[in-house]
C-alpha cells in the first residue's frame, strides 16, 4: 500500500520561472493538504482540498500560488514566477476523512536560484 | 493564533542517556500530536494525545498531555543514535479550521554513539 506520493523530490527554478508540485494522496484518502516548511521554521498550513473542491486556502498566499485536486490524477500545487524567498520544503498530507490523521509525503524541496 | 514552543531546539546526547523534550502553548488544545522527521523525508507521526493528564507509551518513548491539555511532553528513555531525528509537535486549531494543524518548531535531537 503506497503511501503519500510527491515529486519531483527534488526541483530546481530560476526567479521567476514556474514550479509545479504533484502529489498522489494514500490509496482511499480523499483530502489532501499542503505544507510548507522553511529552514528552521515548522510546518506552516497552507491549503486544504477535496476532490475537485478547495477547502480552505488561508494560508497560501493570494498571488503566484494556486492548488488544485483533479477528478482524476494528483493535486497539483504550482507556484508562478518563483522568487528566492519560496525556496522552501513543501509537503503533502492526505486523509480519509477531514480528522486530524494525517499521512504525509517525504516533501518536494524547491530551491530558487 | 494558537503557538506550539518546542524546548530544547537543539539536543546532543550520548548513547544511553535520558532525555525530555517540551511542547508549551498558552492555548488549550483538544489533542496534541508528536511526529518525527528525518532529513529529507516527511513528518511521521507518534503518538496522538487526547485527555488531560494522559501518558502513552511507546517503547522506549513516553508522551504525556498535560492537565490543562496546554503542554506536552516526550521522553526517551535509553537513547539510541535511530533516535536521531526532528521531533515536531502540533496541535489542531480550534473552531471550524480543525483540520489545520499548528506546529511548533521542532526539537532536533543527535544522538552520539
Known amino acids: 500500500n503506497a503511501g503519500v506520493m510527491q515529486n519531483p523530490r527534488h526541483l530546481v527554478r530560476r526567479r521567476g520561472q514556474e514550479a509545479r508540485l504533484r502529489c498522489s494522496p494514500m490509496?482511499?484518502?480523499?483530502?489532501v493538504y499542503w505544507y510548507r516548511q522553511l529552514p528552521e521554521e515548522g510546518l506552516k498550513f497552507m491549503v486544504y482540498?477535496?476532490?475537485?473542491?478547495?477547502?480552505?486556502e488561508s494560508g497560501m498566499p493570494k498571488e503566484r500560488f494556486s492548488a488544485e485536486f483533479p477528478k482524476e490524477g494528483p493535486s497539483i500545487l504550482r507556484i508562478q514566477q518563483v522568487v528566492r524567498g519560496d525556496s522552501a520544503a513543501y509537503f503533502c498530507?492526505?486523509?480519509?476523512?477531514?480528522?486530524?490523521?494525517?499521512?504525509f509525503g517525504a516533501g518536494s524541496r524547491l530551491t530558487v536560484l | 493564533t494558537q503557538l506550539l514552543e518546542q524546548s530544547p531546539q537543539f539536543l546532543s546526547i550520548q548513547e544511553g542517556e535520558n532525555l525530555t523534550v517540551y511542547c508549551n502553548s498558552s492555548?488549550?488544545?483538544?489533542?496534541l500530536q508528536w511526529y518525527r522527521q528525518e532529513p529529507g523525508e516527511g513528518p511521521v507521526l507518534l503518538v496522538t494525545?487526547?485527555?488531560?493528564?494522559e501518558v502513552k507509551k511507546l517503547k522506549r518513548l513516553t508522551f504525556q498531555f498535560g492537565d490543562a491539555r496546554k503542554d506536552s511532553s516526550l521522553h526517551i528513555t535509553a537513547a539510541q543514535p535511530g533516535d536521531t531525528g526532528l521531533y515536531l509537535c502540533?496541535?489542531?486549531?480550534?473552531?471550524?479550521?480543525?483540520?489545520?494543524?499548528?506546529f511548533g518548531k521542532g526539537t532536533k535531537l543527535s544522538v552520539i554513539p
Open positions: 498530507a492526505s486523509s480519509r476523512s477531514g480528522a486530524n490523521v494525517l499521512t
Open positions: 490509496k482511499g484518502h480523499s483530502h
Open positions: 482540498l477535496q476532490k475537485e473542491n478547495i477547502i480552505d
Open positions: 492555548s488549550v488544545f483538544s489533542s
Open positions: 494525545v487526547v485527555t488531560g493528564g
Open positions: 502540533a496541535g489542531p486549531n480550534s473552531g471550524a479550521g480543525s483540520y489545520q494543524l499548528t
